[in-house]
Structure formats: C-alpha cells, structure tokens
C-alpha cells in the first residue's frame, strides 16, 4: 500500500518527499499546509520521484444551534466550558457555520490538499457527524 508520512519540519517533509507516497498535515491552516507541501514537492521532485498525495488531518466542529450540546460531554470530561473547548478546536481545525464547512474544506484543496481526514472528539454524538456529513458531502 501507498506509504503516507506525518511530517511537520522541513527535514521529515524532504524525507516524506523523497520517500513516501503522501504527506499528512495535521491542525494547519491552509497557508501552512502550503507550505508545508511546497517543501516535500521540492524534496520529490529532486528525487525525480511521482507526485506525492498531500492529506489534512483535523478537527472539526459545524456550528449548529446544537453545537454546544455536542460538546458538552467532551468539555465535562476535560473540566472546562463548551466555549472554551470550541475556541482551542478552533486553534486545530476547522469550527465554523455548517453552511461554509465545503468552503472551508475547499481552502485546502485550492493549495493542494488531495485527501482529508476530518476528526472529532470521541464523545460526539452522530448528529454531529450527520451533520458534517450534510455540510461536505
């Protein structure tokens, strides 16, 4: 099977560029993704090796009227409030309006994003994963 690497620093991304099949980048933003791809193409392309497949890894969180609810269970687990929960998911991922969760998802593939692994935290209940199902797909 193909032969994915997480890589966040240049050094690992050159590796990932010259040996791997793809790349992960998890909990960037789409100018960090960029970046972080232009490094392991530049490191592919002077291996003369194929185009690499380029992956996000991240947390998401549509904002629904029932958003709060959701993650009520999570922030009780960690001690914390809903709001201050949904602002750290905020500094990882992808939290907005359900209704611009494609946009958002769209940001990434405009610089080069190919693959997306879109996460939750595990006391989510699936409502929410319907809903983000409605949202992107």
Do not use: K
């Not at 890589?7 to 990932?16: E, K, T, Y």
């Not at 939290?95 to 593939?109: G, I, K, N, S, T």
């Amino acid at each position: 099977p193909p032969i994915w690497r997480a890589a966040h620093r240049p050094g690992l991304l050159a590796v990932a560029g010259r040996e791997g099949d793809g790349v992960i980048a998890a909990f960037v933003d789409p100018a960090e993704f960029a970046r972080r791809r232009e490094l392991a193409e530049l490191a592919r392309a002077q291996a003369g090796r194929p185009a690499l497949a380029h992956c996000l890894y991240t947390y998401v969180l549509p904002l629904t009227a029932e958003s709060n609810t959701w993650l009520r269970a999570q922030a009780d687990a960690l001690g914390t409030t809903t709001a201050a929960l949904r602002r750290w998911l905020a500094t990882t991922g992808i939290v907005a309006p359900a209704d611009e969760m494609a946009d958002r998802l769209a940001d990434f593939a405009a610089v080069g994003a190919t693959d997306a692994v879109l996460c939750m935290n595990d006391r989510m209940p699936s409502e929410a994963w319907h809903a983000l199902a409605e949202a992107v797909l």
